[in-house]
T-cell receptor, first 116, second 110 residues
Framework: GAGVSQSPSNKVTEKGKDVELRCDPI?????LYWYRQSLGQGLEFLIYFQGNSAPDKSGLPSDRFSAERTGGSVSTLTIQRTQQEDSAVYLC??????????????FGNGTRLTVT | GEDVEQSLFLSVREGDSSVINCTYTDSSSTYLYWYKQEPGAGLQLLTYIFSNMDMKQDQRLTVLLNKKDKHLSLRIADTQTGDSAIYFCAAPRGYNKLIFGAGTRLAVHP
């Protein structure tokens, strides 16, 4: 596809349920990032992938959050036992090469997660 | 303190110029970025500037960089209602992370 694709675009879930958010990066982009944007907040870095490995997962807020990437392409962010404070827009981005300092990030439209 | 700081709101009249300011802390940043976010959408890369440049112009957009003061600005000439959005300044921290400011909400009124 032409851009980063995320699904679903909206997800409403009950507190305590698990959710999976999917990201399809731009074809050929080797680096993939997950960010979270909470209401009234800026963007919070969650995790970064280079290929299928995650050299930096320092932004994951708790052990309920995990992410994987397969085939150097699609990534899934999983939130277990969701809490109301997990409600946010989850944004995925990809870049052509590794290194945010020399390769712009291209973002998807995000998944809006609402935990009731 | 915050790595990237921006003012939160800017209101301008249609046709005027808008100037959005940003300060950052990491002096090793090689590239600095401006992103635009419209309601319900992701972040759109607007422009970026290499740190050895003072200015970059791209149609109605002008980016000014004062590396000594770690100050970045985005000027939008002849601001239109379609420019209403949130504008994010972003600077790399280390090798892999892009750190964003809180975003400046630009409101354009007739």
């Amino acid at each position: 596809g032409a851009g980063v694709s995320q699904s679903p675009s909206n997800k409403v879930t009950e507190k305590g349920k698990d959710v999976e958010l999917r990201c399809d990066p731009i074809s050929g982009h080797t680096a993939l990032y997950w960010y979270r944007q909470s209401l009234g907040q800026g963007l919070e870095f969650l995790i970064y992938f280079q290929g299928n490995s995650a050299p930096d997962k320092s932004g994951l807020p708790s052990d309920r959050f995990s992410a994987e990437r397969t085939g150097g392409s699609v990534s899934t962010l999983t939130i277990q036992r969701t809490q109301q404070e997990d409600s946010a827009v989850y944004l995925c981005a990809s870049s052509l090469v590794e290194g945010a300092d020399n390769s712009p990030l291209h973002f998807g439209n995000g998944t809006r997660l609402t935990v009731t | 303190g915050e790595d990237v700081e921006q003012s939160l709101f800017l209101s301008v009249r249609e046709g005027d110029s808008s100037v959005i300011n940003c300060t950052y802390t990491d002096s090793s940043s090689t590239y600095l970025y401006w992103y635009k976010q419209e309601p319900g959408a992701g972040l759109q890369l607007l422009t970026y500037i290499f740190s050895n440049m003072d200015m970059k112009q791209d149609q109605r957009l002008t980016v000014l960089l004062n590396k000594k003061d770690k100050h970045l600005s985005l000027r939008i000439a002849d601001t239109q209602t379609g420019d209403s959005a949130i504008y994010f300044c972003a600077a790399p921290r280390g090798y892999n992370k892009l750190i964003f400011g809180a975003g400046t909400r630009l409101a354009v009124h007739p």
